[in-house]
């Protein structure tokens, strides 16, 4: 489904990524885990094509991402859900209206909104939160808006960056829960984490990057470093 | 249904912008505030240089044996320029009234006048150019017209025109107009430089609230919505703020150009700016309006489009 062939990229003369070539097939959970600036945000910026490879290429199915023109991106992009660490909610939307914006985006008609993000609400257990703004929300619950819009369009992927970072361990365990059943739900899931605990929770495939080159790939692995 | 979505969109990022939205709209309002205060200095620049012009004319004095039709039909010609704005014809009797009322009390003037026992004042036009720099070409149709130059057709003899007084008043005429241009182009470049200048401030201004939504933008780009949808917000966003910066300076020139018609009429030579604004008031709407309207959304394209290239 995704694969990164010898990629690198580098920002002037420092290599964020080095050579880097991986797979990921579809329904997978794959962890990427790595200290603070071995290059984990940088891949999955390749991956969402908000930043070119200086050398290599990355494909989503038969898609050379970097042969995408800006005009189609969009559309590329509505494949995938995204979660941030910082859940990068829109400040002036209520929890209702940033999940339905993601809706909006991509076309889809007022009733299908008034139908699926009272259900998304629900499954993230935050329907009486909904005419709250970010401000008025925990970190907790800012989190699970974020995974509601990441996947109210049900996306063929979910990549979810350092999404525990700035969760306490009761939020971090349910996020961590809430994305397991996701891709029990044959959603493909890339984290990147350097959580220890959220990597050994999961219990899945492990990416291990370290100054911007793969050094482990483990199929069910736990976090070492 | 898209476009409903930006509207609504646009709408709230605008009511739910709190301090931005009132900055951004104030500012604005100072920009087309200046862009008014230019229209009203426009207008009295050409009160002022039309009431000048006006001032300014050429009188055609004809000889006492001319008649009045042969007068008559030579203001008909004259209308006929282009470059002539009235031509007013005075006979010789009403000549003699006026100097008679304006010399009343100065029987130095009016004994010699009743001593010679007929009128010798002659039939004049008084003629109006269009602009003061026409008036040689005005006289020079007089010159080299032959009804002028040797009587009418038919007739023979010689012209029935018996002076002009553009010679004497050339040199006056001449420096009045080279003021009246450059007074005109100073007044021009002074109104680009501010209205420049205001827009300017607005553009900044507009991007400076855009700056502070830029992770936004991203975000909505992460989440799949194309460049127009997430321009559009944005740019409704732009268009109420120059409505209602609009709105707002079409109130308060209310009370200002009444104010400043009332302190300022006598001194500006009988231009009121109440007046004016009362008159002109659909105009004044349209420019202001028009002006708010694109410059927040030719801002916001502007300043969003850096954001939207990755």
């Known amino acids: ?225 | 249904m898209e476009i409903k979505r930006m509207l609504v969109g646009g709408w709230k990022n605008f009511a739910r912008g709190g301090a931005v939205s009132a900055a951004t709209v104030l500012i604005m309002t100072v920009t087309l505030g200046i862009i008014g205060a230019l229209i009203f200095l426009s207008a009295l620049l050409s009160f002022t240089l039309n009431t000048i012009k006006d001032k300014v004319n050429v009188s055609v004095y004809f000889v006492t044996t001319a008649s009045e039709g042969e007068i008559l039909s030579v203001k008909d010609q004259l209308e006929k320029l282009p470059q002539v704005k009235s031509v007013t014809y005075t006979s010789a009797t009403d000549a003699l009234a006026i100097f008679r009322i304006r010399h009343a009390n100065d029987q130095s003037y009016l004994q010699p006048l009743d001593e010679l026992g007929y009128n010798p004042l002659d039939a004049s036009l008084v003629v109006n150019a269009k602009d003061p720099s026409e008036y040689e070409s005005i006289v020079n149709f007089l010159g080299a017209s032959p009804m002028l130059s040797e009587g009418l057709p038919g007739q023979g003899g010689t012209s029935i025109v018996d002076r002009i007084n553009y010679k004497q008043n050339k040199d006056s005429i001449d420096r009045l107009s080279i003021a009246i241009n450059a007074t005109r182009t100073v007044g021009f470049a002074v109104v680009i430089f501010f209205a420049i200048a205001s827009i300017l401030i607005a553009f900044a201004t507009v991007r400076l609230a855009i700056y502070t939504a830029k992770d936004e933008i991203v975000v909505m780009r992460l989440v799949g919505a194309s460049n127009a949808y997430v321009q559009g917000p944005f740019i409704v966003t732009g268009v109420i703020t120059g409505v209602a910066a609009a709105l707002l300076v079409l109130l308060l020139l209310w009370p200002a150009a009444w104010y400043a018609g009332v302190k300022t009429t006598g001194w500006f030579g009988g231009f009121n700016l109440a007046s004016y604004y009362g008159s002109h008031f659909a105009l004044i709407f349209v420019i202001l309006m028009g002006s708010g309207i694109v410059l927040g959304a030719v801002a916001s394209v502007l300043a969003i489009r850096r954001y939207l290239k990755a």
């Open chain 1, 1 to 225: 489904m995704i694969y990164f062939d010898k990629v690198t990229k580098k920002y002037g003369d420092m290599a964020a990524l080095e050579d880097v070539t991986l797979s990921v097939a579809p329904k997978e959970f794959v962890s990427i885990v790595g200290h603070s600036g071995a290059g984990k945000t940088t891949l999955l910026k390749l991956l969402l094509a908000e930043e070119r490879p200086t050398e290599g290429n990355v494909f989503f199915e038969s898609v050379d991402v970097n042969d995408l023109p800006s005009s189609a991106l969009h559309h590329y992009r509505r494949r995938i859900g995204m979660v941030f660490q910082d859940f990068r909610l829109i400040p002036n939307k209520t929890a209702y209206e940033n999940i339905a914006f993601a809706m909006e985006a991509v076309g889809r008609t007022d009733d299908e909104i008034k139908s699926d993000v009272p259900y998304i609400l629900e499954l993230v257990n935050l329907s009486d939160k909904a005419l709250h703004f970010p401000s008025q929300l925990s970190g907790g619950e800012k989190q699970r808006i974020g995974i509601g819009r990441a996947i109210i369009n049900q996306p063929d992927l979910i990549v979810a960056d350092e999404p525990t970072g700035n969760l306490d361990p009761i939020n971090t365990y349910e996020v961590v829960e809430i994305l397991k059943k996701i891709n029990e739900l044959g959603t493909t899931i890339i984290i990147t984490t350097h959580n220890k605990g959220v990597v050994d929770a999961i219990g899945k495939r492990v990416i291990t990057i370290d100054r911007g080159k793969m050094v482990r790939d483990d199929a069910e692995g736990k976090y070492i470093l």
